[in-house]
C-alpha cells in the first residue's frame, strides 16, 4: 500500500501537464529565430498559432469524450504519444505552413490535457479537496512555460533550432509510457489502501452520481454549463497570448535578444504557479469560515479577475522589467480565475461525464483565443500590443459577472 496515493496520482499528471505545455511552448520560445530563418511575417506566425488553437478547440470536445469512453489510462496515454511524435516532427518544417500542419496535429493531441486532469481529480478526491488538487495539476501549465526559455534557448543555440522540437518531444514520449505503467482509477489501484478508498468515497458531490450522464445536447441546455462556459471565452485570450507571444512581444517591442528572453520570460509563469496555489488554497480557508462550496469558487475567480487590471496597463510599460512584472501579475492573475473555472467542472457535473463537460467548456475557452490571436496577428505590427492587452482585464470581468449571475448556489 502507499500512502496518500490520490496525491502521487494527481503528481503524475502534473508532470504530464508540465510536459504538454512545455512542448507547446517550444514554439514561443523559438519564434524569433524560426522567424528570422524561415521568413516568416507576424501575421503567418499568427497562423501557425491559429492552426495549433483550431485543432485544439475542436479536440477539446472530442477528447473528453474520448477519455469518458475509453476511460482516462487508455485515452490520456493515446494523446500523449500523439503530442509527443507531432511535436519532434515540427523539426521537418521549411516554412510557415508545414509549421501550421504540424502545429494542428498538435493541437488535436493535446487538447486532452485539462479534460483528463479534471476527470482524474473528479475520481481520486472528495469534493473538499478538488480545488487543492486542480491546482496541483494547474501548476504544470506554468512549469511547463518555465522550463522552455531555457531548455529551448539550450537546444537552439548547440544545436540549433529544430533539435528543441525533438528533444521536447522525445521527453513527452517518455512520460507517456510512464502513464501507461503507473495509472489506474482508484477502485482498480492495488496500492490503494482501504482506508484511503473509503476517504475518497466520502464525496460530496453537487449532482447525483447514479443518474445517467447527460448528452452534449443535454450540457449544452444547462445553465451551469453557460456560467463556465462564457468566462472561460472571456479569460482564454489573456493565458493563450503569454503562451504564445510573450518572447516575441519582448523581442519586437523591448529589442531583447534570446539569452536574454531566456533570463526573464519564465517569471511570468513563476508567478502563475503561485496563482494555480492561490486558486487552490483560497476556496478551502472560506469554506473553513463558513462559506458554501459553489460560492469560495466565485470568490476565488472574482479575486482573479480584478488583478487581470496589471497586464491591462501594460502599454504604461516604461521598461522590459516593468512589463514583465505586469505580466506576472496577469500569470498570477489568470491562473487563480482559471483553477477555480475549471475546479467548478468537477463539482457541478456528473463523475461520468466531467471530462465531456470540461472538454466542451474548454473548446469555448479556445474559440475565444483563437479570435484573439486573429486580431494580434491583424494589428499588432500596426497599433501596438498596448490596447490589446488593455482588453484583458474588461474580458475578465465580465467573465465573472456572468459567473456570479449564472451559477446557483
Same mark, same amino acid.
Given at each position: 500500500?502507499?500512502?496518500?496515493? &490520490?496525491?502521487?496520482?494527481?503528481?503524475?499528471?502534473?508532470?504530464?501537464?508540465? *510536459?504538454?505545455?512545455?512542448? &507547446?511552448?517550444? *514554439?514561443?520560445?523559438?519564434?524569433?529565430?524560426?522567424?528570422?530563418?524561415?521568413?516568416?511575417?507576424?501575421?503567418?506566425?499568427?497562423?501557425?498559432?491559429?492552426?495549433?488553437?483550431?485543432?485544439?478547440?475542436?479536440?477539446?470536445?472530442?477528447?473528453?469524450?474520448?477519455?469518458?469512453?475509453?476511460?482516462?489510462?487508455?485515452?490520456?496515454?493515446?494523446?500523449?504519444?500523439?503530442?509527443?511524435?507531432? !511535436?519532434?516532427?515540427?523539426?521537418?518544417?521549411?516554412?510557415?505552413?508545414? *509549421?501550421?500542419?504540424?502545429?494542428?496535429?498538435?493541437?488535436?493531441?493535446?487538447?486532452?490535457?485539462?479534460?483528463?486532469?479534471?476527470?482524474?481529480?473528479?475520481?481520486?478526491?472528495?469534493?473538499?479537496?478538488?480545488? *487543492?488538487?486542480?491546482?496541483?495539476?494547474?501548476?504544470?501549465?506554468?512549469?511547463? !512555460?518555465?522550463?522552455?526559455?531555457?531548455?529551448?534557448?539550450? #537546444?537552439?543555440?548547440?544545436?540549433?533550432? &529544430?533539435?528543441?522540437?525533438?528533444?521536447?518531444?522525445?521527453?513527452?514520449?517518455?512520460?507517456?509510457?510512464?502513464?501507461?505503467?503507473?495509472?489506474?482509477?482508484?477502485?482498480?489501484?492495488?496500492?490503494?489502501?482501504?482506508?484511503?478508498?473509503?476517504?475518497?468515497?466520502?464525496?460530496?458531490?453537487?449532482?447525483?452520481?447514479?443518474?445517467?450522464? +447527460?448528452? &452534449?445536447?443535454?450540457?449544452?441546455?444547462? $445553465?451551469?454549463?453557460?456560467?463556465?462556459?462564457? +468566462? $472561460?471565452?472571456?479569460?482564454?485570450? =489573456?493565458?493563450?497570448?503569454?503562451?504564445?507571444?510573450?518572447?516575441?512581444?519582448?523581442?519586437?517591442?523591448?529589442?531583447?535578444?534570446?539569452?536574454?528572453?531566456?533570463?526573464?520570460?519564465?517569471?511570468?509563469?513563476?508567478?502563475?504557479?503561485?496563482?494555480?496555489?492561490?486558486?487552490?488554497?483560497?476556496?478551502?480557508?472560506?469554506?473553513?469560515?463558513?462559506?458554501?462550496?459553489?460560492?469560495?469558487?466565485?470568490?476565488?475567480?472574482?479575486?482573479? =479577475?480584478?488583478?487581470?487590471?496589471?497586464?491591462? #496597463?501594460?502599454?504604461?510599460?516604461?521598461?522590459?522589467?516593468?512589463?514583465?512584472?505586469?505580466? @506576472?501579475?496577469?500569470?498570477?492573475?489568470?491562473?487563480?480565475?482559471?483553477?477555480?473555472?475549471?475546479?467548478? @467542472?468537477?463539482?457541478?457535473?456528473?463523475?461520468?461525464?466531467?471530462?465531456?463537460?470540461?472538454?466542451?467548456?474548454?473548446? =469555448?475557452?479556445?474559440?475565444?483565443?483563437?479570435?484573439?490571436?486573429?486580431?494580434?496577428?491583424?494589428?499588432?505590427?500596426?497599433?501596438?500590443?498596448?490596447?490589446?492587452?488593455?482588453?484583458?482585464?474588461?474580458?475578465?470581468?465580465?467573465?465573472?459577472?456572468?459567473?456570479?449571475?449564472?451559477?446557483?448556489?
Amino acid at each position: 500500500m502507499i500512502t496518500s496515493l &490520490r496525491w502521487w496520482m494527481i503528481g503524475l499528471v502534473t508532470l504530464g501537464t508540465i *510536459l504538454n505545455y512545455l512542448a &507547446r511552448s517550444t *514554439l514561443s520560445v523559438a519564434a524569433p529565430t524560426l522567424k528570422a530563418e524561415l521568413h516568416i511575417t507576424t501575421q503567418q506566425y499568427s497562423w501557425v498559432v491559429m492552426a495549433f488553437q483550431a485543432s485544439y478547440t475542436v479536440m477539446q470536445s472530442v477528447s473528453g469524450a474520448v477519455l469518458d469512453a475509453l476511460g482516462t489510462r487508455v485515452g490520456f496515454m493515446i494523446f500523449a504519444v500523439g503530442w509527443a511524435l507531432a !511535436n519532434a516532427l515540427h523539426a521537418f518544417a521549411g516554412g510557415w505552413a508545414g *509549421l501550421a500542419f504540424f502545429r494542428g496535429l498538435l493541437g488535436a493531441s493535446e487538447a486532452a490535457a485539462i479534460p483528463a486532469g479534471a476527470k482524474v481529480v473528479a475520481e481520486w478526491f472528495p469534493a473538499k479537496e478538488r480545488s *487543492l488538487a486542480t491546482s496541483g495539476f494547474q501548476m504544470g501549465t506554468s512549469i511547463g !512555460n518555465m522550463i522552455a526559455p531555457p531548455l529551448v534557448t539550450f #537546444c537552439i543555440l548547440l544545436w540549433g533550432w &529544430r533539435s528543441a522540437f525533438v528533444v521536447t518531444g522525445a521527453i513527452s514520449l517518455l512520460w507517456a509510457m510512464l502513464w501507461w505503467v503507473a495509472y489506474r482509477r482508484p477502485q482498480d489501484h492495488p496500492a490503494l489502501s482501504p482506508q484511503e478508498r473509503d476517504l475518497i468515497a466520502q464525496d460530496e458531490p453537487l449532482v447525483d452520481a447514479t443518474q445517467p450522464a +447527460p448528452s &452534449r445536447m443535454a450540457l449544452l441546455r444547462e $445553465r451551469a454549463f453557460w456560467a463556465i462556459a462564457v +468566462p $472561460r471565452f472571456l479569460a482564454e485570450p =489573456a493565458w493563450q497570448t503569454f503562451n504564445f507571444f510573450i518572447p516575441l512581444y519582448l523581442v519586437t517591442v523591448w529589442k531583447l535578444d534570446l539569452k536574454t528572453v531566456a533570463i526573464w520570460a519564465w517569471l511570468p509563469f513563476l508567478a502563475a504557479d503561485l496563482g494555480s496555489l492561490a486558486a487552490g488554497m483560497l476556496p478551502n480557508a472560506l469554506m473553513r469560515r463558513g462559506v458554501g462550496l459553489v460560492p469560495s469558487r466565485k470568490v476565488t475567480m472574482a479575486v482573479g =479577475a480584478l488583478l487581470m487590471a496589471g497586464p491591462a #496597463c501594460m502599454g504604461l510599460a516604461h521598461s522590459a522589467q516593468m512589463a514583465i512584472a505586469l505580466f @506576472c501579475v496577469g500569470g498570477f492573475a489568470h491562473q487563480m480565475l482559471s483553477g477555480a473555472l475549471i475546479t467548478l @467542472c468537477s463539482d457541478v457535473f456528473p463523475r461520468q461525464t466531467v471530462g465531456t463537460a470540461t472538454g466542451m467548456i474548454g473548446s =469555448a475557452g479556445w474559440i475565444g483565443g483563437i479570435l484573439f490571436t486573429f486580431i494580434i496577428g491583424q494589428s499588432a505590427d500596426s497599433f501596438g500590443y498596448g490596447p490589446l492587452f488593455a482588453a484583458f482585464g474588461v474580458l475578465d470581468l465580465l467573465g465573472c459577472v456572468v459567473l456570479w449571475k449564472m451559477l446557483r448556489g
